[in-house]
T-cell receptor, first 114, second 115 residues
């Protein structure tokens, strides 16, 4: 069965520091991969997605993620954290040819210190 | 209204009550989803509708009953719930092209508390 693992349920960085949120997936066939962000009391908003085109995917708000098949990883990064980036981040995998079904990781809460 | 809306945003109900959650999408999509988000657990897919037909039901207890009268509206009817059903219930929609992975757009959720 497909699964998604997000390493670290909570990550804290200083404002201006690099943000790195880790995501690993298990799949025999490269799936489609997504990162979503959830701000307090809101639904999920798509940050970026990988659909077998370029392995480095750029998203909104300065975030990007790199698909590494050999490591089965899809880590999310941002060069310089802003206070407004504090939120919960979810990695999700959509297995190929399963009609858009999403399997989510447990989420990583990002805190940004001034 | 734009995007995906959900009402009510907050709901408190007793175990013997009957209530309904409503979701409406204004994106012209053909697929709609219900998810359950509990603390410290991954989002759980509950139901999927494509062109108003239920295509997935992930072993959800019968006290949750979905209804999709048209491609823009999705309901979740609740009855005789348990306290462990307290969670954030999220609705999402996507274009619904079979075999492709469409981006799912989420509503803000309904925070449900069962007393």
């Amino acid at each position: 069965a497909q699964s998604v693992t997000q390493l670290g349920s909570h990550v804290s960085v200083s404002e201006g520091a690099l943000v790195l949120l880790r995501c690993n997936y298990s799949s025999s066939v490269p799936p489609y991969l997504f990162w979503y962000v959830q701000y307090p009391n809101q639904g999920l908003q798509l940050l970026l997605k990988y659909t077998s085109a370029a392995t480095l995917v750029k998203g909104i708000n300065g975030f990007e993620a790199e698909f590494k098949k050999s490591e089965t990883s899809f880590h999310l990064t941002k060069p310089s954290a802003h206070m407004s980036d504090a939120a919960e981040y979810f990695c999700a995998v959509s297995p190929y040819n399963q009609g858009g079904k999403l399997i989510f990781g447990q989420g990583t809460e990002l805190s940004v210190k001034p | 209204e734009t995007g995906v809306t959900q009402t009510p945003r907050h709901l408190v109900m007793g175990m013997t009550n009957k209530k309904s959650l409503k979701c409406e999408q204004h994106l012209g999509h053909n697929a709609m989803y219900w998810y359950k988000q509990s603390a410290k657990k991954p989002l759980e897919l509950m139901f999927v509708y494509s062109l108003e037909e239920r295509v997935e039901n992930n072993s959800v207890p019968s006290r949750f009953s979905p209804e999709c009268p048209n491609s823009s509206h999705l309901f979740l009817h609740l009855h005789t719930l348990q306290p462990e059903d307290s969670a954030l219930y999220l609705c999402a929609s996507s274009q619904g092209s079979r075999g492709l992975t469409d981006t799912q757009y989420f509503g803000p959720g309904t925070r449900l508390t069962v007393l």
